[in-house]
């Protein structure tokens, strides 16, 4: 079992930045992929970023360039670095934990979630 718990939300302006922190329990991350999510009201959830269990990113096309990932393994946590915000970027973010496959995006393949976080970019 895993258990997550995200922090670092808010309210920030457009261009600005913000990075989410994701401490993770109960397994290391050897053991399983991370990924993070988000879902904007009234929409699905959408993939977001992460990494496979090389240790590769991989991200989604509406943050290339603008959102990385990266992992404190020691503590056992992951983060996502958002630049660049974007209104359309305003959401809850959640991380997740898979704990099969190479580096899944879809979020049916992911079997442990965060509570999630919010994230809104006013204009």
């Known amino acids: 079992q895993v258990q997550l718990v995200e922090s670092g939300g808010g309210l920030v302006q457009v261009g600005d930045s913000l990075r989410l922190s994701c401490a993770a329990s109960g397994r290391t991350f050897s053991t399983f992929v991370m990924g993070w999510f988000r879902q904007a009201p009234g929409k699905e959830r959408e993939f977001v970023a992460r990494?496979?269990?090389?240790?590769?990113?991989y991200y989604a096309n509406a943050v290339k360039g603008r959102f990385t990932i990266s992992r404190e393994i020691a503590k056992n946590t992951g983060y996502l670095q958002m630049d660049s915000l974007k209104p359309e970027d305003t959401a809850v973010y959640y991380c997740a934990a898979a704990l099969t496959g190479w580096g899944p995006v879809n979020a049916r393949e992911y079997d442990y979630w965060g509570q999630g976080t919010q994230v809104t970019v006013s204009s």
């Open positions: 990494f496979s269990r090389s240790g590769g990113e």
